[in-house]
């Protein structure tokens, strides 16, 4: 310890020692330390200031650098977004344009842009989520392309079924034209100006300064076919071009089906036939030009198809609604507008046959119309005939009268005026008007293309039917006037005898105006007969002249006055058969210029008439007595009408004919006055016998009505001679009254026996198959 205690000692004295030999030094550096720490803090000022400064510095810089940092990135960012807006506007400038087409109904364009936009630009852009929706739009886009250019179809399918009938109007004023025919015929066309149609791009209508005259245009110049066009390419782009047709032409049907329904009131007016034939033309015209140029869209079997369907309707329609018409000169109009479309039809191809054999109907019918006409033309001129003959009092007259019948004679020619024809003033008329029939009748076959034969038949047919049925018939009426006279009927009978023989010079002006020399056999007018012409007018006339002596003798007739309980008969014949024998005779006189078979029977008719009122006088049950004085006086009567018959009152009758009228009468008379009954009774029934038409029912009813005037007698009873007379009438009544029983069996018997044998004959029919 004190080793180490002096080794302390010596340590501390060795640092006692340096240290004051440092101590020196040491303040030295603690003054140069203390000198230090005022530099350091000085540094020190001057080092914070510096920082400062050096923050300040590099906050700015990295500022800076921060927007540089930036500014490269959104130049970054700008490169890139200028490649994909490279890239992209394309697209979005196709879409737009694509936008902007469809806006201006452009579809077509639209339809080539969408295709660009799909192959060409979408691809680049895939990736981005619109060129997604982009591709997901355009399956609609199509449908909407589609839908708008079938929009646009429908409006032309509606603006075409407005503008057809003027399409038709146009194109029947060319072929009018062309034919040099009448233009007018088509119907008024006025000068006007032509509003163009719709811009199909824009939808506006584009006035031009230059405007045309509607008659300049063509009938595809009136409706712009652009749509179809369009609409059919756009279809055929997308593949659905079959669709397409079918759709047009489902359409065009249904409107075909409205074309072909005429106006209900059509036969009215000639502007009903325009417009319903002016619309089938447009619509036919229509498809005609499409076929041309619709690339396939308008074939020709669908065409042919169509055109057959509505040919048939066409001619149902108008051969129903001529049928109504019933004004000759409108359906003139109407044959010639009916030619000029089938003439405008054929033109355009299509097959008119039908229509020319419709035309043919039309004329059959608008014949029939002519004759109606006619039946008023000749009814005027029968109410206001006389039927007197014709009597002139100049030359000057009786060539007038000549120039419009051609009559001829010589005797009639040379004779001095005044003149007096035959015929009545009936017949020049009639023969006329026959011929402006003609010439009517004429009017209708020209232009149809008929052989001079066919139009020569036609109206040689026509006037056949005009004189035996139409005026014929306008006789027949007039007949039934109570008004007309006995004389006129006569003169009527006349007339027709000379309308009979002018037929031959009917058929040469027929044959003059046709062109045609008929000696081939064919149609002729006298091919009836001339006898036969006016039959049905001239029997009718047989009749009335027939009825009206008939009722002229029952006037005589019932002027008599007989006392059927005369005792004497006057030895004369009654005054009104004395009167009646006159009137006769002067009657029979004025039918000289009769056919003689007409005569012949009126005068058979006036003494049959004759013959049974006398009988009937008789025999009326209001004479319930007759005494034979009247009887005797009837006697004279008959004998004075026997005369007359026997004198051949009209030429050509054989002899005995008129007398057999009175035979009936004559035999009961005979029995009476001879009171011949023993061989009445005797020869009753056999075919010799003296009184064979005497009846016994007849004869029965007389002696009825002699006894009862024998009761008027008050002292008959008391003479013998009466007593037998009255036996012997009682004998000769009831002997007659068997008779009249025996011979009402016998026709009993004679009508079951028929019967009879009417009955068997089904049994033995029936027996014929077994045998």
Known sequence: ????????????????????????????????????????????????????????????????????????????????????????????????????????????PALKTLEQLEHLYLPRVANYQFAHQMRDSIPKLRENIKDASMSDLKDFLENIRKFSPKIGEVAMRHTAEQMGGDPGTVGGIKKRNVVPPPNPFTGKIETDENEYDEEDLSAQDLID??????????FSVLGSRDTFETYYRQQR?????????????????????????????????????????????????????????????????????????????????????????????QNYGYPVNQLLELLTEIRDHYNEVLMQRWVQVFREILDEECFLPIEVETQEEYDNVLSSFPFHDESLET??????????????????????????????????????????????????????????????????????????????????????????????????????????????????????????????????????????????????????????????????????????????????????????????????????????????????QISMGALQQINLDTIQCEQFAASEPVPGLEEQVLLRYFADLRQLLDLFMTWDWPTYFHDYGQENSKYQHVNPSTATILVEKLREADKRTMFSVLKKSERDKKKLLETVLKQLRQLAQTQQQQQQSQTQLPQSSQLLQPQQQMQAPIQ
Not at 16 to 37: K, P
Not at 225 to 234: A, G, Q
Not at 510 to 539: C, E, K, P, Y
Request: net charge negative.
């Open 415 to 624: 004779a001095p005026c005044p003149k007096i024809f035959p015929f009545s003033s009936m017949v020049p008329k009639v023969y006329q008007q026959v011929k402006e029939f003609i010439y009517a009748c004429l009017k209708f076959s020209e232009d149809l293309n008929l052989s001079q034969g066919e139009v020569d038949d036609m109206i040689r047919k026509s006037t056949n039917l005009l004189l035996t049925r139409t005026f014929s018939g306008c006789l027949t009426s007039i007949f039934r006037k109570p008004s007309l006279a006995l004389l006129q009927v006569v003169q009527i009978i006349i007339d027709t005898g000379y309308l009979e023989n002018a037929t031959v010079f009917l058929e040469e002006f027929v044959s003059n105006i046709s062109g045609s020399n008929r000696t081939d056999g064919h149609l002729t007018l006298r091919s009836q007969g001339q006898s036969a012409m006016f039959r049905v007018a001239r029997d009718d006339a047989e009749r009335q002249i027939c009825d009206k002596l008939r009722g002229k003798v029952g006037e005589f007739l019932e002027l008599e006055n007989y006392d059927w309980l005369l005792v004497e008969p006057q030895g004369h014949a009654s005054s009104f058969v004395t009167d009646l024998i006159a009137f006769l005779q002067s009657t029979f006189l004025s039918f000289t210029n009769l056919p003689d078979e007409v005569a012949q029977q009126a005068c058979c008719t006036a003494c049959e008439h004759i013959a049974n009122s006398l009988m009937g006088l008789m025999l009326s049950d209001d004479v319930k």
């Open 1 to 108: 310890m004190e080793c180490l205690d002096a080794r302390i000692k010596s340590h501390d004295k060795d640092i006692e020692r340096m240290c004051n030999f440092h101590y020196q030094g040491f303040i030295d550096s603690i003054r140069e330390l203390l000198q230090v720490r005022t530099q350091a803090q000085k540094l020190n000022t001057e080092v914070v200031r510096l920082d400062e400064e050096l923050q300040q510095s590099a906050n700015r810089v990295i500022s800076k650098g921060e927007e540089l940092v930036q500014a490269r990135r959104v130049e970054s960012n700008i490169a890139s977004a200028i490649d994909s807006l490279t890239i992209c506007l394309p697209v979005l400038s196709t879409y737009a344009k694509l936008q902007r087409q469809m806006q201006e109904k452009r579809y077509y």
């Open 253 to 345: 049907k249904q409107q075909a089906r409205l074309v072909l329904q005429p106006p209900t009131n059509m036969h009215e007016s000639l502007e009903g036939y325009r417009t319903y034939i002016y619309g089938i033309v447009g619509f036919l015209v229509t498809e005609d030009h499409l076929l041309n140029t619709g690339n396939g869209l308008v074939s020709r079997s669908y065409l042919d198809e169509l055109w057959g369907m509505a040919l048939s309707k066409i001619v149902n329609a108008l051969r129903t609604h001529s049928a109504y018409c019933t004004d000759a000169t409108l359906m003139l109009k109407i044959k010639n507008l009916i030619m000029l479309f089938l003439t405008t039809l």
């Open 225 to 234: 076919f652009s749509p179809v066009y369009r609409c059919l390419h756009i």
